[in-house]
């Protein structure tokens, strides 16, 4: 089956705009998953969704960053005012549910600000 | 509260001899333990994970990892080493048996020599 699609899988933008990241979960996954990567280091977590609910925002670095879930599936991850700090792969992961934390990872946007 | 420390920022080994890339964990709690590899370009991909079942957990692509609570270890081995295995690793520890935020190390990059 169809993994976790993640869309733009390239975006190049400049600094102070703004900046909409999309990922679709594998079908029947209720669970989803923000991570960012920095050049050279390990995927860092930013917030996770049961549903169409933000279970856990607690790695969102500042309210610049928001991510809605609406419909329980799809969700986008916003980036408000960007900044060069911000440049990252921005990774995408989905599984089962609460009880299963087996985790599958999109191929991920590159994000550069320039 | 929970921390992963890879031992190893740069492991280099000749292909057909034995692997080890180093992980050592912190949890307060019963943790899940996983190891990801990511190919350049590629998305993370898991190879193998513990759930508090059998100490030693077989993985795919002939990797193996040992859980030893009285150490906070769960080193990867693999006794021959391919071409193909040249990547970066990352070992990730989570809460046991929940769906909440992965906590990965830095990444080892594992490089096979002809």
């Known amino acids: 089956g169809a993994g976790v699609s993640q869309t733009p899988s390239n975006k190049v933008t400049e600094k102070g705009k703004y900046v909409e990241l999309r990922c679709d979960p594998i079908?029947?996954?209720?669970?989803l998953y923000w991570y960012r990567q920095s050049l050279g280091q390990g995927p860092e977590f930013l917030i996770y969704?049961?549903?169409?609910?933000?279970?856990?925002d607690s790695g969102l670095p500042n309210d610049r960053f928001f991510a809605v879930r609406p419909e329980g599936s799809v969700s986008t991850l916003k980036i408000q005012r960007t900044e060069r700090g911000d440049s990252a792969v921005y990774l995408c992961?989905?599984?089962?549910?609460?009880?299963?934390?087996?985790?599958?990872f999109g191929p991920g946007t590159r994000l550069t600000v320039l | 509260a929970q921390s992963v420390t890879q031992l190893d920022s740069h492991v280099s080994v000749s292909e057909g001899t034995p692997v080890l890339l180093r992980c050592n964990y912190s949890?307060?709690?019963?943790?899940?333990l996983f190891w990801y590899v990511q190919h350049p370009n590629k998305g993370l991909q898991l190879l193998l994970k513990y759930t508090s079942a059998a100490t030693l957990v077989k993985g795919i692509n002939g990797f193996e990892a040992e859980f030893k609570k009285s150490e906070t270890s769960f080193h990867l081995t693999k006794p021959s080493a391919h071409m193909s295995d040249a990547a970066e690793y990352f070992c990730v520890v989570s809460p046991s048996g929940s769906a909440r935020q992965l906590t990965f190390g830095s990444g080892t990059q594992l490089t096979v020599l002809p």
């Open positions: 969704f049961q549903g169409t609910g933000a279970a856990d």
């Open positions: 992961a989905s599984s089962l549910g609460p009880a299963n934390n087996e985790q599958f």
């Open positions: 079908s029947g996954h209720t669970a």
């Open positions: 949890s307060s709690y019963s943790p899940s």
